[in-house]
């Protein structure tokens, strides 16, 4: 089935340690988004791109990094984990940069604990 | 900034009833999305909405433009509507890239 695909689901990371979110799309939308959803806040949005090769900062970047090497791929990677980054991360693509035409598309989320 | 608030933030129902959420948002928008996502799961899109009403099967989405407010309602609910219900907006001056502004949610229980 078309969608977003998000991998890992779950990860426990040690403070310190680094790791890449990999968002796969199928739908060949030009925009993708990284969100972290945190207890009492609505999504907020770490990272974005509006096409291959580009990237831009959201409201809340700092602590990571991301790369968009091909269109269907959206890599959110933690350099060095703490624990404010314990989240659950949603990836998101769009074909349009409002979601004006076929709305937006999530992945299921990838639950991180560092400890 | 545009902010997005809904009510209420819980909600308990028994099954049958007609469920209202609301969402309000403070600045002009292009568009306001309604969400559903199922507890340990993904977020799945419902309605994107500029203007008037929508319908799909048991859930409506309308938008009144002028006041800045959106409510989803769920005919004849049913315990497989448990979920959060989450609004978004975007921004009418969105161009390099969209910025959705979320709500907080509603958490949806509905009773057998």
């Known amino acids: 089935n078309a969608g977003v695909t998000q991998t890992p689901k779950f990860r426990v990371l040690k403070t310190g340690q680094s790791m890449t979110l990999l968002c796969a799309q199928d739908?060949?939308?030009?925009?993708m988004y990284w969100y972290r959803q945190d207890p009492g806040m609505g999504l907020r949005l770490i990272h974005y791109?509006?096409?291959?090769?580009?990237?831009a900062k959201g409201e809340v970047p700092d602590g990571y990094n991301v790369s968009r090497l091909k269109k269907q791929n959206f890599l959110l990677g933690l350099e060095s984990a703490a624990p404010s980054q314990t989240s659950v991360y949603f990836c998101a693509s769009s074909y349009s940069p409002t979601g004006a035409k076929y709305g937006y598309t999530f992945g299921s989320g990838t639950r991180l604990t560092v400890v | 900034k545009n902010e997005v608030e809904q009510s209420p933030q819980n909600l308990t129902a028994q099954e049958g009833e007609f469920i209202t959420i609301n969402c309000s948002y403070s600045v002009g928008i292009s568009a306001l999305h309604w969400l559903q996502q199922h507890p340990g799961g993904g977020i799945v899109s419902l309605f994107m909405?500029?203007?008037g009403k929508k319908k799909h099967g048991r859930l409506i989405a309308t938008i009144n433009i002028q006041e800045k407010h959106s409510s989803l309602h769920i005919t004849a609910s049913h315990p497989r509507d448990s979920a959060v219900y989450i609004c978004a907006s975007t921004g009418v001056r969105e161009t390099s890239g969209s910025r959705l502004t979320f709500g907080e949610g509603t958490q949806l229980t509905v009773n057998p």
């Open positions: 791109s509006v096409g291959e090769g580009t990237t």
């Open positions: 909405l500029s203007s």
């Open positions: 739908m060949n939308h030009e925009y």
